[in-house]
């Protein structure tokens, strides 16, 4: 039987290979992927408090292993309410650099409820940031600039998102998404 945490990863796997790297949304992810190079870690944290230990200790878990590139930290049953994720995640930003990780990690983040600021909540463009979970994605600032080096114009990789996004439409990405979070499902 699969326990409940491999279900979470089952699902989260699911979805960056099938979205994030599908849909190339990160032309840098296949790479790691492929190399099993990304951590998955899930947390059961309830209070801010918790979610905030969390970020630290998979910090400290990246600075003990450098084989792997980058971590999503996976809340599988907090920080289900989209602006109160924001809100965390503005908070965790900024315990990443008191901590002395800026320069070392970036934070990036995923939500199954995403929506841009000045977008619509049915616009296909806020899949590009959607996933199973509510994610905070640790990546190595190192391997960010190493990857961009070898890549011409990375500032069109939104645009080119959004617009991909847009033309395979609301209901596709929802799809996609749905199709994630009912993997391995009982």
């Known amino acids: 039987m699969i326990s409940q945490t491999n279900k979470v990863i089952a699902q989260t796997r699911h979805w960056l290979e099938n979205v ?26 309830q209070s801010l408090e918790c979610c905030l230990e969390d970020l630290m200790a998979e910090t400290e878990w990246l600075d003990k292993h450098s084989e792997i590139e980058t971590s999503l930290l996976i809340f599988e049953s ?14 965790a930003d900024d315990l990443m650099i008191e901590q002395g990780y800026e320069g070392i990690y ?8 995403y929506c841009f600021a000045d977008s619509e909540v049915d616009d296909p463009a806020n899949y590009t940031n959607r996933a199973p979970y509510p994610i905070f ?33 609301h209901t596709k ?14």
Request: charged share 25%; glycine share 2%; aromatic share 8%.
């Open 20 to 45: 994030v790297i599908g849909l190339n949304f990160c032309p840098f992810a296949k790479p790691v992927f492929e190399q099993d190079k990304i951590h998955y870690q899930v947390s059961d944290a």
């Open 78 to 91: 907090s920080l289900q309410d989209f602006d109160n994720f924001l809100d965390v995640l503005d908070i």
């Open 106 to 113: 970036q934070l990036a983040s995923f939500h199954p409820d």
């Open 137 to 169: 994605h640790l990546l190595r600032e190192q391997s960010i600039e190493s990857a961009l080096a070898h890549f011409n114009n990375p500032e069109n990789i939104p645009r080119a998102n959004i617009q991909l996004a847009r033309e395979l439409g």
């Open 173 to 186: 990405m929802q799809s996609l998404l749905e199709t994630a979070k009912k993997l391995n499902k009982d």
